[in-house]
Nanobody
Framework: QVQLVESGGGLLQPGGSLRLYCAAS????????IAWFRQAPGKEREGISC????????YYTDSVKGRFTISRDNSKNTVYLQMNSLKPEDTAVYYC??????????????WGQGTQVTVSS
């Protein structure tokens, strides 16, 4: 059974940093692209980053480019999202999701339960 579990969320002040974790089980993460999405209150879910499996190519939406870094440790079946210079508008529930392809297709079928990130002074 494919399972993704996010962790690392929390409450922090603007300008702070946080690292999110996406632990996979039930499948070998190294073969699939993994994406991070987020959904803020009253807003639609948006894709913010993705990392391919074969060559580790990364993608970022403009609002997080230069501040967030996605990475993967295939030996630990885990993907990370390092978030720096956090802003109040980064407040959202963050989800990781697994594609069924090695590349970032944009429509992952497998999702975690989400972890809350709140940026507030």
């Amino acid at each position: 059974q494919v399972q993704l579990v996010e962790s690392g969320g929390g409450l922090l002040q603007p300008g702070g940093s946080l690292r999110l974790y996406c632990a996979a089980s039930g499948f070998t993460l190294r073969y699939y692209a993994i994406a991070w999405f987020r959904q803020a209150p009253g807003k639609e879910r948006e894709g913010i980053s993705c990392i391919s499996s074969s060559d580790g190519i990364t993608y970022y939406t403009d609002s997080v480019k230069g501040r967030f870094t996605i990475s993967r440790d295939n030996s630990k079946n885990t993907v990370y999202l390092q978030m720096n210079s956090l802003k109040p508008e980064d407040t959202a529930v963050y989800y990781c999701a697994a594609e069924t392809y090695y590349y970032c297709a944009g429509h992952p079928p497998y999702w975690g339960q989400g972890t809350q990130v709140t940026v507030s002074s």
